[in-house]
């Protein structure tokens, strides 16, 4: 798989323009790396950073999609529940509750200067992520 494809599964179904906004990238130039032109180094890494993508991925299509920090450890997350409202979690409320920790750690890591959330972004990251769960 090329880059632009690689871009392309990143982008999913935000608008280029929107993607473009998210990742401070020029529409132009994202346009250009979507036609096949190949980014910097800098500009992949400025890419996979601010769309909370593994770089190597992102570059090669080694590895995971997502940075590891991201992942949550759901067994860890369960006990906590449990431990903090003494009672036992049922699996839609597992369910929910990682929804919730992913997403709150996507807008927590793309929070803009201004206070920006990224409301849209997350609805797209937190579908490509449930997409791709086994």
């Not at 250009?32 to 190949?38: C, D, F, I, T, V």
């Not at 409320?93 to 200067?113: F, P, S």
């Amino acid at each position: 798989m090329s880059f632009a494809l690689r871009l392309k599964s990143l982008i999913g179904e935000e608008s280029v323009s929107g993607f473009a906004r998210r990742v401070d990238i020029n529409e132009a130039l994202l346009r250009k790396y979507l036609k096949g032109s190949e980014p910097s180094l800098n500009k992949a890494n400025q890419i996979a950073m601010k769309a909370n993508c593994s770089l190597e991925w992102l570059a090669t299509g080694c590895g995971y999609l997502y940075r590891q920090a991201e992942i949550v450890d759901k067994p860890a997350l369960n006990a906590a529940y449990e431990h903090v409202s003494n009672k036992k979690i049922d699996e839609t409320a597992a369910e929910n509750l990682l929804k919730i920790v992913t997403g709150y750690q996507y807008l927590r890591t793309h929070k803009k200067d201004d206070g920006y959330l990224d409301i849209s972004g997350m609805a797209t990251f937190l579908a490509v992520a449930q997409k791709e769960e086994p």
